[in-house]
């Protein structure tokens, strides 16, 4: 028997009493884009969560193919009539038993979609202010470039941004230096040089980086790095904005006392477009 908010229920009734993720963040997840009935960068979201799940041990299934969870997810966004636009999220964890020792390396998977309004990305030039979020820091480790179900982090900082007014705050690692967002990557632009944080500093191995990376990359006159960012580098920016796969691309019209343009996101969210029409 358990106690599940003051009723005594027997334990097979609560599936959340031995489920690793939920006790002890022992599981991994990917966040899709599906429109038209295709997912977006399917390979790279393919290949990142296997290998988060080789990073934190997890034995990976036989049929765990990239054709075997393509067919999983477009089939239950039929299912939910949501094809056109939809995100998913496929969330693997380690099977009941053991505390912090497992008693095995097998997994379970859950995938769950909801609809989203716009197929094309756009860009929100809406107000959007952000700070640094300093109550708790990123470390530079191969952990924080997964997407592991510990996100205490971005859900403490998330209440700390809406609590003062805050579209979004920053994330700094262990060294201090500026790392990402809450719900995506860091870009800055200073003059003509487009940076974001490496890897190496602890910043999340985003999809939607890859992709904006490869795509700035071509734009005649834009030098692009992957260099570190200090707090006082903000300050100088012409541009920041944020990046994933469901927004696509944020600009971020100020911190502190700063202001921004948002011209180079503007194009690179219409050449992002294009690359995803062509293909």
């Not at 700070?131 to 480790?141: E, M």
């Not at 994330?171 to 944080?197: A, H, R, S, Y």
């Not at 469901?246 to 194009?267: C, D, M, V």
Request: proline share 2%.
């Amino acid at each position: 028997m358990i106690n599940f908010n003051g009723n005594i229920v027997a334990q097979d009734e609560n599936i959340l009493t031995q489920n690793r993720a939920f006790l002890y963040g022992d599981g991994v997840f990917e966040t899709l884009k599906i429109i038209n009935s295709k997912i977006l960068f399917l390979e790279d979201h393919y290949f990142r969560l296997m290998a988060s799940m080789r990073v934190v041990r997890m034995e990976i299934p036989m049929n765990f193919t990239m054709e075997f969870f393509e067919e999983q997810v477009l089939n239950l966004v039929k299912q939910n009539g949501i094809s056109d636009s939809a995100r998913a999220r496929i969330t693997v964890f380690r099977n009941d038993g053991g505390l912090y020792l497992p008693t095995t390396n097998e997994v379970s998977y859950l995938i769950h979609a909801t609809a989203l309004e716009n197929a094309s990305y756009g860009l929100n030039t809406a107000e959007y202010e952000v700070d640094l979020y300093k109550d708790f820091y990123v470390t530079k480790q191969l952990l924080s470039s997964i997407k592991t179900t510990n996100k205490m982090i971005n859900v403490t900082g998330s209440i700390f941004a809406h609590e003062n007014g805050l579209a979004n705050c920053l994330l700094v690692n262990d060294t201090k230096n500026v790392v990402e967002g809450l719900q995506g990557n860091l870009f800055m632009l200073t003059g003509k040089k487009l940076i974001t944080p490496p890897i190496s500093e602890g910043c999340l191995n985003g999809i939607m980086r890859k992709q904006i990376l490869a795509i700035a990359k071509k734009v005649e006159g834009i030098e692009v790095a992957e260099e570190v960012i200090s707090p006082f580098d903000l300050q100088k920016a012409d541009e920041l904005f944020l990046t994933n796969v469901i927004t696509g691309i944020q600009p971020i019209s100020k911190y502190r006392k700063k202001e921004f343009t948002s011209n180079l996101a503007h194009l690179l969210v219409q050449k992002l477009n294009e690359s995803i029409s062509e293909n």
